[in-house]
């Protein structure tokens, strides 16, 4: 009989339910370097109650772009980017990219680079190819994930997909 949460199929044993320490061990390092942190903020300096919104982008490669991709209600749902810059034209989109500050756009700069949108997927993507961009990834540990060289298998029904983000949750802030 196999041991609970796993299942016996010729000779292999295949994990039906992924641990918090897969995850982290092993899931986790493999997808950190395509990601990063992101938040709305009128200061580099990010005073204590300036972060205005928080989120996270992951950077691909299509062969023909370099693209930033975060979730389309982080840039124009309730709360979102688009609607705070509304209140205040001060605040900025920061990449955490990394280096001592982050990288940020104001709205209008980061429609310039925004390549297309859909709601029904929450999904917003914006061209970072330039060299500026360039330059901070390639200064930072970041990667471009490569969809040439890692074609993504076909989702099926059933499959199991994780998403990993920097969610505002346990953040603290400078004072």
């Not at 609970?4 to 390092?29: N, Q, T, Y």
């Not at 928080?54 to 490669?61: E, P, T, Y």
């Not at 074609?151 to 099926?156: I, K, L, M, S, T």
Request: charged residues 25%; contains cysteine; proline residues 5%.
């Amino acid at each position: 009989m196999p041991s609970k949460g796993r299942v016996r199929v010729s000779h292999v044993i295949v994990k039906v339910k992924i641990s918090r320490a897969d995850l982290i061990m092993i899931v986790e390092p493999q997808v950190r370097k395509f990601c990063g942190p992101l938040f709305f903020s009128t200061s580099a300096d990010t005073p204590k109650d300036n972060i205005k919104g928080s989120a996270s982008f992951g950077l691909v490669d299509t062969g023909k772009m370099k693209l930033l991709v975060t979730c389309w209600h982080v840039v124009f749902g309730d709360g979102g980017f688009k609607e705070i810059c509304s209140q205040n034209s001060e605040c900025r989109f920061a990449l955490g990219i990394g280096g001592t500050f982050p990288q940020a756009l104001s709205y209008e700069h980061l429609m310039e680079k925004k390549v297309d949108d859909e709601k029904k997927c929450d999904l917003v993507t914006f061209n970072i190819g330039d060299d500026e961009s360039l330059e901070y990834v390639a200064a930072s540990n970041l990667q471009f994930y490569n969809l040439k060289a890692n074609r993504p298998p076909q989702v099926r029904v059933g499959d199991v997909l994780y998403l990993i983000g920097f969610p505002a949750k346990g953040r603290s802030e400078n004072d």
